[in-house]
């Protein structure tokens, strides 16, 4: 699991997210990014009921995407607030790996990757 320190959780951070931050579509997912005066990055999750009514379905998602940034979490660049928020074409995806892999590339074009994993 994420630690709680590199989540987003707060809703006015969250907000200024969405209101300053860049988007960045995806067929996976829609990104929002932005710069925080922090030394870390945080993120966010969010798997609205569109995506999938079945809880267990959006449970999955999150759980895939906070495992996907957990694991390769050292070869993001620090100082970035990310919301990471999922499509229904993220149902599709049955490996964190392979979400992981679409997220690379994103986070390679925007410069939020320290090295190429």
Known sequence: MLAK???LSKRPDIEAVFKKGRRINHPLFVLYIMHNRLGYSRFAFP????????AVERNRIRRME???VRVHYKDISAGNDVIIIATQRTLEIKKAYLLWESLRTIFKKQ?????LV
């Open 5 to 7: 320190k590199y989540r």
């Open 47 to 54: 798997v609205s009921k569109k995506v999938s009514k079945k």
């Open 66 to 68: 906070r495992e996907s």
């Open 111 to 115: 410069g939020l990757l320290i090295s």
